[in-house]
């Protein structure tokens, strides 16, 4: 019997259904084997990686320690050439995450020192994280404040003239142990671990090192346990034993030291200019004894802007620097 068109028609749409879902039904059980694969996939790279970091991680803690011990050696050593040359043993505390990691060595060395905070110009939120938290720091302060210096002397310090430096940070004639470090700026990748004012016992204090270390140095012998380590380190060792340390670091600022530090960059000045906005009244007082010129250009400033020209090297600021310290006076400065 014939089949009418009405059911040849009927007959070829059915088959082409089925083939259809056919179809359909084989893409959505190969997608289903993909994302099955994918997923097994991900998970084994995920395994994998989680165990290199757990080999990275071992290894970190490996090498931390190794420096830990090499530093608290090297301190117990200091201690002992401090003894033979009768000096007193200081620890130069600044607040900051080295001299934090030092402190926190110094004391494991199971030695007795001094540990000192000589503050010059640093913010009082630092001057009480120490009263709080390192309760056992002595501070130090010289009768001369850091703008009445600058007044006195006529002269703004900078990197080559560092004379802040010396009237509040470098007078002691005693063993100092510092938390310098050589990766932290380009002119400190010479420092070397140990430093002395007089070169006459150089030898003998490699030979106790076993090392090429010595370097002259503006106090009598000077120690710098932690010369060698990264930032890495310094911040492992501190999360490690869960030291307490400043809120700025948690504020995006790299070091902890003076405001108006010509040392530092403008970029950390700045941090403070927003914090303390009265800080521009300086530019008052520099007016008073400075022509407010850049030599190299001969360009002349206003004390406003002087004072960031000064804070940034002797340069001008970027634009987007410009802009920062408009804002944060809510007018034209530059």
């Given at each position: 019997?014939k089949k009418?068109?009405k059911?040849?028609?009927?007959?070829?749409?059915?088959?082409q259904?089925?083939a259809?879902?056919e179809?359909?039904?084989?893409?959505?059980?190969?997608a289903?084997?993909r994302?099955?694969?994918t997923?097994h996939?991900?998970?084994?790279?995920?395994?994998?990686?989680?165990?290199?970091?757990?080999?990275k991680?071992l290894?970190?803690n490996?090498?931390?320690?190794l420096?830990?011990q090499?530093?608290?050696?090297?301190?117990?050593?200091?201690a002992?050439?401090?003894?033979?040359?009768?000096?007193?043993?200081?620890?130069?505390?600044?607040?900051?995450?080295?001299?934090?990691?030092?402190?926190?060595l110094?004391k494991?060395a199971n030695?007795?020192?001094?540990?000192?905070f000589?503050?010059?110009f640093?913010d009082m939120d630092i001057?009480?994280?120490i009263?709080?938290?390192y309760?056992?720091?002595?501070i130090h302060?010289?009768?001369?404040?850091?703008l009445?210096?600058?007044?006195?002397t006529?002269?703004?310090?900078?990197?080559?003239?560092?004379?802040?430096?010396?009237?509040?940070?470098?007078?002691?004639?005693?063993?100092?142990?510092?938390?310098v470090?050589?990766?932290e700026?380009?002119?400190?990748?010479?420092?070397?671990?140990?430093g002395i004012?007089?070169?006459?016992n150089?030898k003998?204090?490699?030979?106790i090192?076993?090392?090429e270390?010595t370097e002259?140095s503006?106090?009598?012998?000077?120690l710098?346990?932690?010369?060698?380590?990264?930032?890495t380190?310094?911040w492992?060792y501190?999360y490690?034993?869960?030291?307490p340390y400043p809120n700025?670091?948690?504020?995006?600022?790299?070091?902890?030291?003076c405001?108006?530090?010509?040392?530092?960059?403008?970029d950390?000045?700045?941090?403070?200019?927003?914090?303390?906005?009265?800080l521009?009244?300086?530019?008052?007082k520099?007016?008073?004894?400075?022509d407010?010129?850049?030599k190299?250009t001969?360009?002349k400033?206003?004390?406003e802007?002087y004072?960031?020209?000064?804070?940034?090297?002797f340069?001008?600021?970027?634009?987007k620097?410009k802009?920062?310290?408009n804002?944060?006076?809510?007018?034209?400065i530059?």
């Amino acid at each position: 019997m014939k089949k009418t068109k009405k059911q040849k028609s009927n007959y070829r749409n059915k088959k082409q259904n089925e083939a259809q879902n056919e179809k359909q039904k084989n893409k959505k059980q190969k997608a289903h084997y993909r994302n099955k694969n994918t997923k097994h996939a991900k998970r084994k790279l995920k395994q994998k990686h989680s165990k290199i970091n757990k080999m990275k991680t071992l290894q970190q803690n490996m090498f931390l320690e190794l420096k830990v011990q090499e530093a608290i050696v090297n301190i117990k050593k200091f201690a002992h050439i401090a003894q033979l040359e009768d000096l007193n043993l200081e620890l130069g505390f600044s607040g900051g995450k080295d001299s934090i990691v030092i402190y926190h060595l110094t004391k494991l060395a199971n030695i007795k020192f001094t540990p000192i905070f000589n503050y010059a110009f640093e913010d009082m939120d630092i001057v009480n994280f120490i009263k709080q938290n390192y309760p056992d720091i002595q501070i130090h302060k010289k009768p001369t404040h850091y703008l009445k210096l600058i007044q006195q002397t006529k002269l703004l310090p900078s990197q080559q003239i560092r004379y802040c430096c010396t009237y509040y940070k470098e007078q002691s004639q005693n063993a100092i142990i510092t938390g310098v470090r050589r990766y932290e700026s380009r002119g400190r990748q010479n420092r070397k671990l140990f430093g002395i004012k007089y070169k006459k016992n150089t030898k003998k204090y490699n030979d106790i090192f076993i090392s090429e270390c010595t370097e002259q140095s503006q106090n009598k012998l000077m120690l710098r346990p932690i010369i060698n380590w990264k930032d890495t380190d310094v911040w492992q060792y501190i999360y490690q034993n869960k030291l307490p340390y400043p809120n700025i670091y948690n504020q995006g600022q790299k070091r902890c030291g003076c405001m108006l530090c010509p040392l530092a960059t403008l970029d950390h000045n700045i941090f403070y200019f927003k914090k303390k906005p009265a800080l521009i009244n300086f530019a008052k007082k520099i007016a008073e004894f400075s022509d407010l010129t850049i030599k190299k250009t001969n360009k002349k400033y206003t004390a406003e802007q002087y004072i960031f020209v000064w804070l940034n090297h002797f340069k001008e600021p970027s634009e987007k620097q410009k802009q920062t310290i408009n804002n944060i006076y809510n007018r034209i400065i530059f």
